[in-house]
């Protein structure tokens, strides 16, 4: 019986990992599976919510790492880690996405000549001033198997000199929880909970250091929702890094008493992706946002430079605005006037990406 440890962290992760794990439950006969939580998330509609949401059943292990900063944190996950491999000696490690518990454990599996699966593998924004872009450098060149959710990984990949027999183009992991709960984001109740109508608002989504650190970021982005808001009605379930932010930099009240803006608390799997889905368009910093936007057919607006998911842009809905003013606001009026350019779902994003994963692992281990 071989044992695997998965590994999740942050709220990207468990979208990642959950079908996983139910795929792994089809092979109890060949693996045993630890799921591992290192605590990076802490705040429960962050973390524990979207276990209750996604069925992800409880994990064996809780590092309680908490929040800290990038070198704190990947620090301590790397400590409390190595001893729980060396206890439980596992012969495979997964890990998901781009987090610092993606690479803290990544690192410290791979000292330990232990074989490291990535998820969701190849995925380069080209911008290393991101934490997350240096993650997933790390991560691709020390792995083992590497599991690539669009094309543009592939090419990435063979640039940086990976060999072939490593990667694996199996699609989009985050689509098959998509696809799986669709029914029960249909049942969600949050537009009733803050009377609002289909089609009628626009979802945003903002937590990236380069947008909510610094009060002039801040301000620039006050002045964007402040135009927009006066063309259709914003909805920000705000994230608590960007509410410390925004206290930090005494701006959280600005921002409350925008008009036509509802700040709202962080939503469950099921309540947000329902507000995304019924949404105009979204507005948002985030990678996986763009992802689910392109599968689910609404305009996404990705206020960034750079996106590590090209696919998004060559054939999703996503759109990159960065903090152009001008731009966004040209956009917002185009979506709200008629519809954007079609679009369609990339290769693989239906529903089978931990099926063709296991598939490849009872292979190889």
């Known amino acids: 019986m071989k044992k695997i440890m998965v590994i999740a962290g942050a709220r990207p992760n468990f979208m990642k990992i959950a079908p996983l794990l139910k795929e792994l439950e089809n092979y109890k006969d060949q693996f045993t599976v630890m799921l ?26 809780h590092l309680e790492i908490g929040s800290e900063t ?17 206890k439980e000696k596992p012969e495979l490690v997964v890990v998901v996405g781009d987090v610092n518990s993606t690479l803290a454990c990544s690192l410290v599996a791979t000292k330990m000549n232990i074989k490291v699966a990535h998820v969701e593998a190849g995925l380069r924004s080209f911008d290393r001033t991101m934490p997350e872009e240096i993650n997933r450098i790390v991560t691709d060149s020390i792995s083992d198997y590497l599991f ?25 992991i985050m689509i098959d929880t998509l696809l799986s709960n669709m029914a029960k984001i249909d049942k969600s109740v949050i537009l ?29 982005i006050y002045e964007i929702l402040k135009n927009t808001a006066q063309k259709i009605k914003i909805v920000y379930p705000i994230h608590p890094r960007t509410k410390k932010m925004m206290e930090r930099h005494s701006l959280l009240n600005l921002f409350e008493e925008l008009d036509n803006f509802l700040l709202i608390n962080p939503l469950g799997y099921m309540d947000f992706l ?10 948002t910093d985030s990678g996986g946002i763009q992802e689910e936007t392109t599968l689910l057919k609404v305009p996404c607006l990705t206020m960034r430079e750079n996106t590590e998911r090209p696919i998004t842009i060559d054939e999703g809905t996503n759109i990159l ?45």
């Open 274 to 283: 329902h507000l995304v889905k019924n949404s105009k368009l979204v507005l």
């Open 70 to 86: 990038h070198g704190i944190q990947t620090g301590l996950i790397m400590m409390t880690f190595e001893k729980l491999l060396q």
């Open 192 to 220: 009733k909970n803050h009377d609002l109508q289909t089609k009628t608002y626009a979802v945003l989504t903002l937590h990236r250091p380069s947008n909510v650190d610094s009060k002039e970021s801040l301000l620039e």
């Open 321 to 365: 605005v960065g903090r152009n003013k001008a731009r966004i606001l040209e956009i917002v009026d185009t979506a709200l006037s008629k519809h954007l350019n079609g679009s369609k779902i990339p290769q693989f994003w239906d529903g089978n990406t931990a099926r063709r994963i296991v598939n490849v692992l009872t292979q190889k281990i």
């Open 148 to 172: 690539v959710s669009e094309e543009s990984g592939c090419l990435n990949l063979e640039k940086e000199g990976v060999n072939k027999e490593k990667v694996h183009f199996v699609g989009n």
């Open 36 to 61: 591992v939580h290192t605590g990076q998330h802490y705040d429960f509609e962050m973390s524990e919510s979207f276990f209750q949401d996604l069925e992800i059943p409880a994990p064996c292990v």
